[in-house]
């Protein structure tokens, strides 16, 4: 006869197996596909690779930032103390400049440099000219003058550097690459012509003196005027300097040009 307490612990024993059904089961599929038992599978929660932030790989890392040359330093630094010594410089660049009262004869020196003037009178004094020397010279200065122009403004047109920010575009007769600064034109035609004079004409001393004070004068009034930078007037210099140099090597004559020659003398 079972007794109360007998059929209390049955109960037990079957509820408890009634709650968990096919866990034996269960476990050994587990075992069977992992080869260890479930009760040793580590917790979700405590993987280390969920905890552990996966490490980039070597080509998803960032490019180092390549540092920049020393050339490429100096160049920038020459560029900034050009532009800070160039408006220093630049004391006439307005009326209410430090010296804006001398920028009225500055402004005379600058179309005496400018190409204008120059072609104007050459062409003048080659159609007055009776003597086939004097035309051979002024033909010549002619083509200088043309040259400086083209190279001067194919330069500018490369470079495209802009004009001085305090200068005022209040400038006698420009073009559309006048907006540009790199070289100064004014100065690449004041080193070409006064190369070109003092080579073919016959002056006095005092005479050579002040074509090469205006050469200077007239480069010094760029930057006074704010119109050029100090590398823009130096380059320029350099530049109408060695101009010259292709005038003379490719010198037009009567045995040079005969055709050239001839057609104008009729």
């Known amino acids: 006869m079972v007794t109360g307490e007998e059929r209390a612990e049955s109960r037990e024993a079957g509820g408890s ?10 476990a050994g599929a587990e075992e069977n596909r992992t080869g260890r038992c479930p009760a040793a599978m580590p917790s ?4 280390p690779s969920r905890r552990a932030a996966p490490s980039p790989s ?17 160049f920038r630094s020459l560029l900034a103390a050009d532009l800070r010594f160039s408006r220093q410089l630049g004391v006439c660049a307005g009326e209410r400049s430090a010296w804006g009262s001398a920028r ?23 159609g007055r000219s009776e003597s086939p020397a004097g035309r051979e010279v002024l033909l010549n200065l002619l083509f200088a003058l043309v040259l400086d122009l083209v190279l001067v403004a194919v330069v ?3 470079v495209r550097r802009r004009r001085p920010t305090h200068n005022k575009m209040d400038m006698f007769v420009t073009i559309s690459v006048d907006k540009y600064s790199f070289p100064s034109g004014h100065a690449t035609r004041a080193a ?12 006095a001393i005092p005479l050579r003196v002040l074509v090469v004070l205006w050469a200077i004068i007239v480069g010094i009034s760029r930057v006074m ?12 210099f350099i530049m109408g300097y060695m101009q010259y140099n292709v005038v003379k090597y490719f010198w037009l004559s009567p045995l040079s040009a005969p055709a050239l020659f001839a057609a104008w003398n009729q």
């Open 225 to 236: 005027l704010g119109r050029h930078n100090v590398t823009d007037v130096a380059f320029g």
């Open 104 to 126: 009225p004869l500055l402004r005379l020196l600058e179309v005496s440099g400018h190409g204008v003037p120059w072609l104007a009178g050459t062409l003048y004094g080659l």
């Open 192 to 203: 070409m012509v006064c190369r070109f004079v003092l080579h073919h004409l016959v002056l």
């Open 156 to 158: 500018k047109g490369l």
């Open 17 to 26: 197996g009634s709650r968990r059904p096919g866990w034996g089961r269960r």
């Open 58 to 74: 070597p080509s998803r890392r960032a490019a180092p930032v390549p540092s920049p040359s020393c050339a490429a330093v100096a």
């Open 44 to 47: 979700p929660r405590s993987s």
